[in-house]
């Protein structure tokens, strides 16, 4: 999340408990068929996080709506647009148009305690409480509202002490047993998050859980389910010692745990991938990139910031799944003027959002969303890959400007996702060995909701600038056949600084690396029995996208992004076209100028393409 001028900006993270997932190609108005899901909300038992979020949650979020400066939003100054009236008419909408669907929760963003200089309140024991002209009616009214219409109610607070709140150090905590705002933090008042806003609270002190346990004891009192908690470090732009929180985390799940309700803990923004185990251990989701609107006159644009998503998502697929969540942030595609982007555009985000599996939850005017985003955010099929049994998706090609991303489902079908991220329309192909297998397969266009009949070996669609398609891949063929290369064999031959070095998780316990500025790897004796295009599998070790130069003998190189792989330990594979003659070739690897992946091995199928 980026901020603003003001000490404290919420950015707007919600996460996982019920969320909705889009998918590609354009949208139709024909009603979902048997090959989709329906999503459902799942209940939860009293400070469970793996049941609160067992499935991404869904919903609506103040955030893009209050920091936007699209006409007449905030009227009053910025982040005016939160109020009581603004956000029980969302939650109306929301009811109305949306909750059948699978859409539950309504978040409250940052600002509930501010007033509209940005002055906070707080109670007599330092905790937040309601502006009264934002809020006049109290929190625990806006909950009750909320919850009448059969919807979740969600809250915002930042991590940390706020400055404003300490007072002198003699501001007595609820239930405190004698405590005050001085026994809960350091001495010399260190400060924490994202915005520095805040004093850095010393869990070595035995009153600092007894603060925490105050807020959350507020918070399920007034009937809340969800609590986004923000500028969370390692993460949200800051790192060392001053900004890990992971203590205040584990605070906030033990507080919660203990009011007996299932409140859902969602984590903002931009966090540590090195932490992913702390957060899964304690939260039910994680923001994983910077905040996705633009802080311009739309909620969003395409370059500020939907497409950053396609390079940082890919190193934290692994993390997703029942209990916690890879929230990609807001997803602003159901009215075409207030969000900035093209149809395509917003499709694609839709898409991206449903394969990842992050929380759907929108932040767009629901009382004003057009028809087709409205056929965007109600397509039951692509909400169902969202919310279904499978893993998320990662990319099964390089991060070029054109990708395939897919996900194998546990009935043996692929979520298949095709991606052309250029400026200028292009054509996208889905190699079903890239899916593991050969031959036909069923298709199923998500989408529009449409068998396209079986193709045999491939998907190829012609995409628009920044377009995308969604499909359901049944396969009819045959497991595909292929011979394995390992990186470090001794006849492969070595340039530059590269060098073997040991790696656990890969097949032979060996990767090749060190290839930068020059470095070389250069299998030799790869044999194949027919010339032709061979889609090899690269397998890989990178803990961020970087680049690589890939040839066949004495053919041009082709330059490639391969995604990262979220840390220098842990395998992904991509799929690379590359030209081989009968008999024996060599594949190179060269890093040019720059660095590139680790590199375990490469399998080359049996076949050319056919």
Known sequence: MRSPSHSVLPARALGAAVVLALTAGLATTAPATAHAHTARADTASAGSASAVAARPFMGWSSWSMQSS?????NPDGDYSYLTEANVLG?????????????????NIDSGWWRDKDWKPGFDAHARQQA????????????????????????????????????????????????CTTADIVYGDLRTTNGWDSAYKIDFGRPCAQKYIDSQARAIASWGYDFLKLDGVGPGSFKSGDNYDNVADVAAWQKAIAATGRPVHLELSWSLDIGHAADWKKYAGGWRVDTDVECYCNTLVGWENSVDDRFDDTPGWTRHAGPGGWNDLDSLD?????????????????ATLWAVAKSPLYTGDDLTKLDDYGVRLLTNREVIAVDQGDGPPARPV????PQQVWAAKNPDGTHTVALFNLADAPAAVTADFSSLGFTGNAAVRDLWNHEDLGSRRNRITEALPAHGSRLFTVTPHGSALRSTGYEAEAGGNTLG?????????????????????????????????????????????????PRPVNVSAGSGAAIRHRFPSTGDWGTPETVSV???????????????????????????VPSSPRQ
């Open 131 to 178: 502006d009264p002209v934002r809020f006049p009616h109290g929190m625990k009214a806006v909950a009750d509202h909320i919850h009448r219409l059969g919807l979740k109610a969600g809250i915002y607070l930042p991590v940390g002490l706020e400055k404003e709140a300490y007072g002198d150090g003699t501001v007595p905590l609820w239930h405190g047993d004698g």
């Open 496 to 544: 530059g600084k590269a060098s073997v070095a040991d790696c656990s998780a890969c097949s032979g316990g060996k990767k090749v690396g060190d290839l930068y500025l020059g470095g070389t790897l250069r299998f030799n004796d790869v044999v194949v029995d027919r010339p032709g295009t061979y889609l090899i599998e690269v397998t890989y070790i990178s803990g961020d």
């Open 90 to 106: 969302q939650a109306d909408a929301l009811a109305a148009r949306l909750k059948r669907f699978g859409y539950e929760y309504v």
């Open 397 to 400: 090609t390089p991060s070029d």
């Open 333 to 349: 595609v159901g009215n075409g003027a207030m969000d900035g982007l093209t149809k395509a555009e917003r499709q694609t985000y």
């Open 69 to 73: 400066k699209y006409p007449g939003l």
């Open 577 to 603: 076209p590359v030209t081989l003659k009968a008999g024996a070739n060599t594949v190179t690897f060269d890093s040019g100028s720059d660095y590139a992946p680790d590199i375990d091995r490469i399998d």
